[in-house]
């Protein structure tokens, strides 16, 4: 079996759960496992002196249109959700607190098909409840692992979401995965 | 005849440079013509509060390494200039004073394939001089003609490159051609 592939993401990033429909049938065409990765976009906006999109004058709008229009390029279910974008802190907690991949899917989809607002820790339970899950958001262990896989995250370079390693090399964004795919099969 | 594609780039971009390869033979399948538009990018990123990639930290690092793969990905012959960026203003007289595609290509495989400094007007003369024109980059109305360019694309909301308006849709980046193709066959 080859290394896993390393996909890191923001659950508050639409093109990071773009993404997150393409990662494994692809990792599986391959023969790879996936590793998700979620990781505070905050965080690398810090490092590039960069915001989140739709804050951004012209490019701003245009996010907005081409977040729609790449859901129904990718044929994935897709709203803009309100809020957007949303604090992920408390979902990337979860997810460390648990490393269910079942629970990153869920929060991803209940964010970006229902509008459920994963800002709130509230919401993340219920979502991790659902299935069966029950982390504990405050436990200062849960704190620590979360921090240390974001700093992690930014030691590699990572500075968006989605961002894929693999083998060494970088792929940003869901329009690198047709490089990504090749470079899965043999590397140019 | 359908009405053409509008081509937006700066002459110093590498994405740019890729799609010019790429924008022509995508026309030509759907029977369209392509009107290229030189702009320039500084303007854009005063802007979007944004600057050239390589001053970014991490993404600039990353960028580099893009460049390199994507032009082998598409398979376009590419070198990373040096200097890298340099002002396009000249090069966007050029063509604007000459409205000859062959000197936009003619620049870009300067810059991109045999490393000329495009920034220093001498140079642009040459590579114009290479194609037997003669354009005056001094003259007032050719100034004004190339600012009234630049305004008129960031009015109509052009803040990267490549950046393509079709039928009004707006296509940001070279990796944004998959998506283009499709609405060019049949907007989705």
Same mark, same amino acid.
């Given at each position: 079996m080859k290394p896993p592939i390393d996909f890191?993401?923001?659950?508050?990033?639409?093109?990071?759960? +773009?993404?997150?429909?393409? /990662? *494994?049938?692809?990792? $599986?065409?391959v023969?790879? *496992?996936?590793?998700?990765?979620?990781?505070? @976009?905050? #965080? $690398?906006?810090?490092?590039?002196?960069?915001?989140? @999109?739709?804050? /951004?004058? +012209?490019?701003?709008?245009?996010?907005?249109?081409?977040? @729609?229009?790449? #859901?129904r390029f990718h044929d994935v279910p897709f709203r803009l959700p309100d809020p957007f974008p949303v604090s992920t802190v408390s979902a990337c907690r979860a997810f460390y607190a648990t490393q269910d991949v079942r629970l990153a899917k869920a929060l991803l989809r209940a964010y970006f098909v229902d509008n459920v607002n994963i800002g709130e820790a509230d919401n993340v339970l219920k979502v991790a409840a659902s299935l069966g899950l029950k982390p504990d958001l405050n436990d200062q262990a849960i704190k620590d692992r979360t921090r240390a896989e974001v700093d992690a995250a930014l030691a590699k370079g990572v500075f968006g979401s989605p961002y894929v390693i693999v083998d060494g090399e970088p792929f940003w964004g869901v329009d690198r995965f047709d490089q990504l795919e090749r470079w899965l099969r043999e590397p140019f």
């Open positions: 890191y993401f923001d659950f508050s990033s639409p093109y990071g759960y +773009l993404a997150s429909h393409k /990662i *494994e049938p692809l990792a $599986a065409k023969g790879r *496992e996936v590793r998700w990765r979620p990781m505070l @976009l905050g #965080a $690398a906006f810090k490092a590039t002196g960069s915001g989140p @999109l739709p804050s /951004i004058p +012209l490019k701003g709008d245009y996010a907005k249109r081409d977040f @729609l229009r790449s #859901a």
